[in-house]
């Protein structure tokens, strides 16, 4: 499976995103094949070639108040295939933290909201937590700058007709995020940065895609589980979907939660400094 042509079409397939709204049609664009490690979409490594990495290309703006329709022509077997997605409504996350930021002491609850997004059926968060290390037993230390990624919730579904989705995000989670995340080391000198939230959103189909995986490695991984496809075609299989995200940068903590990191039983023999580096 590692030689690209006994698994590529050989230029044998047509490939047309069509625009509609309300069932009326806007446009439609033959998409551009392309090497995907040439656009800054590397392939990763596993069992099929790195090189090419062949995809097909869409550039015009993408309006989330129409859907889009995908047409698939394969020219050797004659096999045609279709699929349509709704497009999920650009959001953003509310940045109410000021420039305070996270508030971590005191058992408080700090809330993470966005607004909600039409089309989305399904949102996950994730938070990046920004700090750098030095060794302070040797001359000279360089600094090393780390990051923590947890995903706080795979499955956060948005509540119908509610504008805004809400998160609650309290003290001690992020006291064990560090316990678990950041070795013991007493010869090395931390400084908190700040974190990050990324919010992602998926489409009801990319949603009941992710259920159908699930299902597949849980309860009843022993009984044979249909795969999901919104794809029509002879023997088909993929999924059209659509999905969108937002993030906040460089959110700091403010200089409580600094003192109870460093004061913490899950956090004090981390030796995090009492102040936020840049």
Do not use: M
Not at 172 to 196: H, M, S, Y
Not at 238 to 243: D, M, Q, V
């Amino acid at each position: 499976l590692q030689e690209p042509d006994s698994i590529f079409f050989q230029d044998a397939v047509d490939v047309v995103i069509s625009e509609f709204n309300n069932e009326q049609l806007i446009h439609s664009e033959d998409l551009e094949l392309v090497n995907g490690n040439n656009e800054g979409q590397i392939k990763d490594s596993g069992l099929f070639p790195q090189d090419p990495n062949w995809l097909y290309k869409y550039e015009l703006p993408i309006d989330f108040l129409n859907t889009y329709e995908l047409k698939i022509a394969n020219n050797s077997s004659g096999n045609n295939y279709i699929s349509e997605t709704p497009i999920i409504q650009d959001f953003e996350i509310i940045n109410q933290f000021g420039t305070s930021g996270f508030n971590l002491a005191d058992e408080s609850v700090n809330l993470i909201n966005w607004f909600n997004a039409d089309n989305a059926a399904v949102f996950q968060l994730k938070i990046n937590i920004n700090y750098t290390e030095r060794d302070t037993s040797i001359l000279n230390p360089t600094t090393e700058h780390l990051t923590i990624e947890r995903v706080l919730d795979k499955e956060i579904l948005p509540q119908p007709q509610a504008s805004t989705v809400k998160f609650e995000f309290n003290d001690d989670l992020l006291f064990t995020i560090l316990n678990q995340e950041i070795a013991f080391n007493p010869k090395v000198e931390r400084c908190f940065q700040g974190i990050d939230i990324i919010v992602s959103a998926g489409s009801s189909d990319l949603h009941k895609y992710i259920l159908a995986q699930q299902a597949q490695s849980g309860l009843t991984e022993l009984q044979i589980q249909p795969v999901y496809t919104n794809i029509d075609g002879d023997q088909a299989i993929g999924l059209f979907a659509s999905r969108t995200g937002s993030r906040l940068n460089d959110i700091p903590i403010s200089a409580s939660s600094l003192h109870a990191i460093r004061e913490h039983p899950l956090t004090a023999s981390l030796h995090f400094l009492p102040f936020i580096c840049n």
